[in-house]
């Protein structure tokens, strides 16, 4: 008999978990609480800049094999681009001063060894102080782990935890924040090449995605918010909709719940998660580009 998935939430979760399931057999059904599609990675028409914008700047890294094989069964793969150098330019806002953070393009971090490479101002030693952050547990914070001031923390570290971790790095996950430099900085420049999605998130992650499902006998559909979960002897056996609609499982359904910690913690009571949470904030406006 035809297995099914059903997989709560259409964000970049739901339906990454949902390409996975679709290609081991499964046929797979997604249903997204709002009136769109992507979550927290989408895209959308904004009527004050009359364009079709990203709900905010992702940037992606090279070293993130598990974005790009997803793009690629998906068929988009071409649509994450960038510059083919992993070439950062920099400016101190205080001073104006400028610089240029090539990391090359090899598998080792070597501009750390040249002084004309590195960040300015900072030495070998700057470098080797942050080791202790490559294998620090994740219940430690950056803070208990690695001194947060001096040039390199202000010029590089800061600005870099900060982007992908979300918080002030002294307060943020000193485990996240090693897996980010053991992932991308230490894997040298062929790790780091900036990559965005060239025709809009939702163009390139999402609309694609729902295609393949439904290419594959799924289904994706909003305005389905999962209330309540029927459970029996240990599993889930049928799922709750909004408007008192129901599914029930069969035994060798599965439920993928791909929903933010909160809704999670409410579907599953004793689920334990996160309860702090900080927002992003985002200023979007339109120019036109100068020439060249
Ligand atoms: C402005 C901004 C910039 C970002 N930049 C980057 C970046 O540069 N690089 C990067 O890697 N990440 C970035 N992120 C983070 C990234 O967007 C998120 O980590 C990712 O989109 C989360 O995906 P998700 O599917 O786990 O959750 P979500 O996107 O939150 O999706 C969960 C979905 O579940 C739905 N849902 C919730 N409850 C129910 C329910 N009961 N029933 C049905 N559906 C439900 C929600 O409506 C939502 O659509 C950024 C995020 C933002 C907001």
């Not at 940037?59 to 974005?67: I, K, P, T, W």
């Not at 609309?207 to 029927?230: N, Q, T, W």
Request: hydrophobic share 40%; glycine share 12%.
């Amino acid at each position: 008999m035809n297995k099914i998935a059903h997989i709560i939430g259409a964000g970049i979760s739901g339906l990454s978990a949902g390409v996975r399931l679709a290609n081991a057999g499964y046929t797979v059904h997604v249903h997204e609480a709002t009136q769109q599609l992507g979550g927290r990675c989408r895209s959308y028409y904004d009527a004050a800049t009359d364009l079709v914008i990203d709900n905010g700047n992702h940037l992606l890294l090279s070293a993130n094999h598990h974005v790009l094989a997803y793009a690629r069964v998906i068929g988009s793969e071409a649509g994450l681009v960038g510059p083919k150098d992993a070439q950062f330019a920099f400016v101190d806002i205080r001073t104006g001063q400028r610089w240029l953070l090539d990391l090359g393009s090899g598998r080792l971090p070597l501009w750390v060894f040249d002084e004309s490479r590195r960040v300015p101002d900072t030495t070998l030693g700057d470098y080797l102080a942050l080791s202790p952050l490559i294998w620090a547990g994740t219940a430690k914070t950056i803070g208990d782990t690695i001194p947060c001031k001096g040039t390199l923390y202000d010029r590089l570290v800061q600005p870099l935890l900060l982007a992908a971790l979300n918080c002030d790095p002294p307060e943020g996950s000193a485990g996240l924040a090693g897996a980010i430099v053991r992932e991308t900085l230490l894997a040298g420049g062929q790790a780091c090449r900036p990559l965005i999605a060239r025709d809009g998130l939702s163009g390139v992650l999402i609309d694609p995605a729902v295609k393949f499902l439904e290419g594959k006998g799924g289904s994706v559909r909003i305005g389905r918010e999962l209330r309540s979960l029927d459970q029996a002897a240990g599993r889930v056996t049928g799922l709750r909709f909004g408007g008192d609609e129901t599914v029930a499982l069969g035994p060798d359904d599965v439920v993928v719940l791909a929903v933010p910690p909160r809704p999670a913690m409410a579907l599953l009571p004793g689920l334990t998660g996160p309860t702090k949470f900080r927002a992003i904030v985002n200023a979007h406006f339109r120019i036109t580009p100068p020439k060249g």
